[in-house]
């Protein structure tokens, strides 16, 4: 008998906070959305928290809605998180393959992963959210995809580091522990929409993805498959109705 497996996501915007529930059956089959809720945002002002107790509260009822749906608890959540402050830049990493043949093998790939991220320079307060790998350099040989089962001595990986605010990301966190769930992981809002609208031929083409909310527009650039940049920038469908209305005094 199949084993079930449940994920709960949930995405904190300024305008509404949605929660969902899916449940997977197998790895062959996609995940079933079994519980869905949303409730207009409080709390949250250009995808930053401003009132930690009032974010709480909507989270909570979000939640409620989906787990009454589904049955099923929502203990610990993946957060979609957005914002002005998330924002990416370009990293290098470099290490020595570690087997005698020299034959790329997993550890190598997660040596030179956490690579990047020691020698990457962050203020004190921020934190990475993703680590993503553009393309790989195997001794004289660039642009590989995937260097794994191939031989080399000296291997590079760049990559594209996207960062938060860790006072956002611990008032997100706060605000989740005071809902009565935990945040297991968080990512951003730009690849989850990605993730969810795009296909790999659009992304190997060259697409922009723009996805406007309440108070932010966020853009993600793809290119050959690769992430090329994303942002948030802090102007959003409010701001357009806002100005519609003044200008027709309505």
């Keep these: 008998m199949s084993r079930s497996n449940y994920y709960v996501g949930l995405d904190i915007g300024s305008s509404n906070i949605r929660a969902m529930i899916a449940e997977e059956i197998s790895e062959e089959e996609l995940p079933r959305v079994i519980g869905i809720g949303a409730v207009p945002s409080e709390g949250i002002r250009r995808g930053s928290v401003v009132n930690i107790d009032a974010v709480a509260k909507a989270a909570n009822a979000a939640l409620e809605q989906a787990e009454r749906m589904a049955g099923h608890p929502a203990e610990t959540v993946v957060v979609s998180v957005s914002g002005t402050e998330i924002a990416c830049q370009s990293a290098l990493g470099v290490i020595a393959v570690g087997r005698a043949d020299g034959e790329v093998a997993r550890d190598d790939m997660t040596r ?22 553009k393309d790989y350099r195997l001794d004289d040989q660039k642009n590989i995809k995937d260097p794994l089962g191939m031989h080399g001595v000296r291997l590079e990986m760049n990559a594209l580091v996207v960062s938060d605010s860790t006072s956002h990301l611990k008032n997100i966190s706060r ?11 968080f990512v951003v809002e730009p690849l989850a929409a990605a993730e969810a609208v795009l296909h790999e031929k659009q992304k190997e083409l060259g697409t922009v993805l723009i996805n406007m909310g309440g108070s932010t527009t966020s853009l993600a650039v793809f290119e050959d498959g690769d992430l090329l940049h994303l942002a948030v920038l802090p102007v959003g469908g409010s701001h357009v109705t806002n100005d519609i209305a003044i200008g027709l005094r309505t």
């Design 175 to 185: 605000s989740l522990e005071q809902a009565g769930t935990n945040p297991d992981s």
């Design 112 to 133: 030179v992963l956490e690579e990047v991220q020691t020698r990457l320079t962050l203020p004190l307060n921020r934190e990475i959210i993703h680590v993503i790998p």
